[in-house]
């Protein structure tokens, strides 16, 4: 997965996040950090950002990590 679908997963994801304020201070963080072309610390905090909404067990979560 390219940084720009990894936000787009946890962007997805946010609505039933299971820690929904983490996660979307997260996402947050990696918009700004894909705005000003930071593309590692925005795929990162994308990453993040599902861990926070999906856990660490789920496939899109995995799918995004493997490639990191």
């Known amino acids: 997965m390219d ?3 990894v936000i ?3 962007r997805k994801h946010l ?3 299971i820690q929904e304020s983490s996660a979307r201070l ?5 918009v ?11 795929r990162a905090w ?4 599902l861990a926070y909404s ?4 789920h496939a899109d979560y995995r ?3 493997s490639t990191f």
């Open 3 to 5: 940084t720009n679908s």
């Open 8 to 10: 787009i997963a946890a």
């Open 15 to 17: 609505i039933h996040a």
């Open 26 to 30: 997260c996402l947050a963080d990696a």
């Open 32 to 42: 700004a950090a894909y705005d000003r072309e930071d593309l590692l610390a925005a």
């Open 46 to 49: 994308a990453v993040k950002s």
């Open 54 to 57: 999906v856990g660490i067990f």
């Open 63 to 65: 799918k995004a990590n």
